[in-house]
């Protein structure tokens, strides 16, 4: 059975920087395009950022682009997103996926996300 576990969430300051992991068990990693997606406080979950399998190709959001950069570890079974220069709009709870599209209705199912408040 496919698990994905976020952790790395917290309180930053505006400006800060954050790492978010995602480990994946229970299906072979290497092979799945992965995604970044958050849910802000009333509003509908959004895509954020996805990669290849290889990690070689990515894409971005506009609201985040030169700011995030999404990354993975097919040897450890982890995903990453380093977030930085991080302001108000980016809290959210994050959450990652196997990729299946940036429409937020194509997914079955959510893990139980990572908490990012972003704060003075």
């Known amino acids: 059975q496919a698990q994905l576990l976020e952790s790395g969430g917290g309180l930053v300051q505006p400006g800060g920087s954050l790492r978010l992991s995602c480990a994946a068990s229970?299906?072979?990693?290497?092979?799945?395009?992965m995604a970044w997606f958050r849910q802000a406080p009333g509003k509908e979950r959004e895509w954020v950022s996805h990669?290849?399998?290889?990690?070689?190709?990515?894409y971005y959001a506009d609201a985040v682009k030169g700011r995030f950069t999404i990354s993975r570890d097919n040897a450890k079974n982890t995903l990453f997103l380093q977030m930085n220069k991080l302001k108000p709009e980016d809290t959210a709870v994050y959450y990652c996926?196997?990729?299946?599209?940036?429409?937020?209705?194509?997914?079955?199912?959510w893990g139980q996300g990572t908490q990012v408040t972003v704060s003075s």
């Open positions: 996926a196997r990729f299946q599209g940036r429409t937020p209705g194509n997914y079955g199912g």
């Open positions: 229970g299906f072979t990693f290497s092979s799945y395009a």
């Open positions: 990669l290849d399998s290889g990690g070689i190709t990515t």
